[in-house]
């Protein structure tokens, strides 16, 4: 699970992507992940406490989904960078337990930070 840099403006993006980025084994808090825009310079920086993050490119978006000002989302049309454990880790034996059982506490933290350049 190798970390990827994806470098396409989202609208251009004609495939499928649906990736885990395993990027912390120690649970430290650090920079993991960060989204630029280059037209406006915003930039996107996310700390987490997971030990990972997925990303995909709304696949299931058809452009039935309506936004503000009647925008229409076509598949693909954005992306989404989620925080989170090891992907399907109930059913790995390999990957470290996910399982939170009772009595035990969940407690992570994502930070999202906008900035622009």
Not at 42 to 55: D, K, M, N
Not at 81 to 99: G, H, R, S, Y
Request: glycine share 6%; with cysteine.
């Amino acid at each position: 699970m190798d970390n990827v840099r994806v470098s396409v403006a989202v609208g251009q993006i004609r495939a499928t992507w649906q990736h885990f980025s395993l990027l912390n084994q120690e649970w430290n808090v650090d920079l993991r992940e960060k989204v630029y825009h280059q037209p406006s310079g915003r930039l996107l920086q996310i700390e987490t406490t997971q030990p990972g993050v997925q990303f995909y490119t709304a696949n299931f978006l058809d452009g039935s989904l309506k936004g503000k000002g009647g925008a229409m989302y076509p598949k693909h049309s954005a992306f989404c960078l989620e925080t989170q454990n090891w992907p399907d880790a109930v059913n790995k034996m390999n990957f470290p337990d996910a399982l939170l059982r009772p009595g035990e506490e969940y407690d992570h933290t994502t930070w999202f930070k906008f900035s622009v350049l």
